[in-house]
């Protein structure tokens, strides 16, 4: 092939270039990622006092050997997590794939024939051996926007991975300690069904006694019914939290956890992070972020379909001729060449892969400011959550000593003879209700302590 001779036409083909119509560029401000959300200087709501940095592990600051052993576990057998690993994976070849697109190709081709041309025509033999090389010259960059949108993909993918990481372990402490707060209810229920069983008892004798009327029977039986009732609600509940909690382990047996009790002192809030810096740590965001710049790069690559695209072949082949079994010298072939070609007439079809690709940057943009604010939003209603909890938690261990109290002073009365045995039942009721509640707070607060530390997570 002379290439000299090619020359003019494709300087020619090359001119068509400032005579096609280009694509409009993408707006700066969506191009620099510039979003409409307001991002605060500090929370609104009140930042604790730290406690210490968020670690990756987080949950090992708890101190529960089996919250340690049960996120362990989850983060290796979890499904979700298998299949956002699985992901990962795929993402990371589609880069591979993208790089190797831009890289030089060589294929090899060999054959062999055997035949006449007619009848009476001498026998033919003909074997061929050759080599083919072809490479597209990236001029204007739509190869290198093609492996940085796979990149951002694979790197969105990396950050979403992170992300659901952080949730499973977050998920994992949460059912845990929900598993322990209703444990200790139930504890709680079957006494409150003791001390109700105790007051019908009394009620019954006083009735025989002629001291109570079946108004105060027909009370007390329905106490020790609702208290029943109540009990079986929350093993209801403790067989769901159960097996909500084997899901997350990826098992379809109940996790064997033991006896135990949450502590009545929750560690302290973690470290806080400006909201600036926590949009920059959190991976749900940052996932977004990259979402974004891969569908910035396709809108790119949309935009350089319109330039032309420049190859260069090479190959080379070995023929061997044989006519009844006279074999004729082989023949050696060497071409090479290079050729240019652009688009003019495509019916749109590129002005509507760029109208395509511009609206899927206007979505990422979308998901992007969604999850800025759904950080900013979280990281609030944590703060809120925590604080309240804290609160909560003071006035019910006020109320639960104030219920204890009285139960000794009824019981100092009982034995001087100043009130009946009801009393004193009547005192431990209220009590076992305050410390029902206590418990409740306190699993709350356990809570709180996970969502926080959830916020501010980074990756995992």
Request: proline share 4%.
């Amino acid at each position: 092939m002379k290439i000299l001779n090619s020359l003019p036409l494709l300087a020619a083909v090359a001119a068509l270039c400032g005579c096609a119509g280009m694509a409009p560029e993408i707006a700066p401000k969506i191009a620099q990622k510039a979003t409409d959300v307001e991002i605060p200087a500090q929370w609104a709501g009140a930042v604790p006092p730290a406690d210490g940095a968020v670690s990756a592990a987080w949950w090992q600051a708890f101190g529960d050997p089996v919250l340690d052993a049960l996120v362990v576990s989850a983060l290796v057998n979890n499904q979700d997590l298998k299949i956002a690993a699985a992901r990962l994976e795929q993402s990371r070849a589609l880069v591979d794939g993208a790089v190797a697109e831009r890289r030089p190709r060589l294929d090899a081709s060999a054959g062999a024939q055997r035949g006449r041309d007619g009848a009476g025509s001498p026998k033919m033999e003909r074997t061929a051996l050759g080599l083919r090389a072809g490479w597209e010259v990236d001029l204007f960059g739509r190869g290198a926007q093609g492996v940085s949108a796979a990149r951002a993909d694979a790197e969105s993918v990396r950050r979403g991975w992170q992300a659901a990481r952080i949730a499973l372990a977050a998920d994992v402490a949460t059912a845990y300690f929900e598993l322990r707060t209703i444990e200790h209810r139930q504890a709680l229920r079957r006494e409150a069904i003791e001390v109700a069983q105790r007051q019908v008892e009394v009620s019954s004798r006083k009735f025989r006694a002629g001291m109570a009327t079946s108004l105060d029977m027909q009370r007390w039986d329905s106490e020790l019914a609702q208290e029943r009732a109540a009990l079986a609600q929350i093993d209801g509940q403790h067989q769901v939290r159960l097996r909500q909690l084997s899901l997350l382990l990826g098992s379809s047996q109940a996790p064997a956890l033991g006896a135990a009790v949450l502590p009545a002192e929750v560690p302290g809030a973690p470290a806080t992070l400006l909201p600036g810096e926590l949009l920059e740590r959190r991976p749900d965001v940052q996932r977004q972020a990259r979402a974004l710049d891969a569908a910035l790069a396709r809108a790119g690559v949309a935009r350089r379909d319109v330039y032309p695209s420049l190859q260069i072949g090479w190959s080379a082949s070995r023929e061997r001729l044989a006519e009844q079994g006279a074999a004729v010298a082989p023949q050696l072939a060497v071409g090479y060449g290079v050729s240019l070609s652009m688009p003019i007439l495509d019916g749109g079809r590129i002005r509507a892969n760029i109208a395509v690709q511009d609206a899927r940057v206007a979505e990422a943009m979308a998901e992007y400011e969604k999850a800025m604010l759904g950080a900013l939003v979280d990281v609030e209603s944590r703060l809120s959550q925590w604080s309240a909890s804290g609160s909560a938690l003071q006035e019910w261990r006020r109320a639960d000593a104030a219920a204890g109290t009285a139960v000794q002073h009824t019981a100092r009365l009982y034995e001087a003879g100043t009130v009946d045995m009801g009393a004193v039942l009547d005192a431990r009721r209220v009590h076992v209700q305050s410390r029902d509640a206590l418990a409740q707070a306190v699993g709350a607060r356990w809570e709180a302590a996970v969502g926080l530390r959830r916020a501010f997570a980074g990756p995992l």
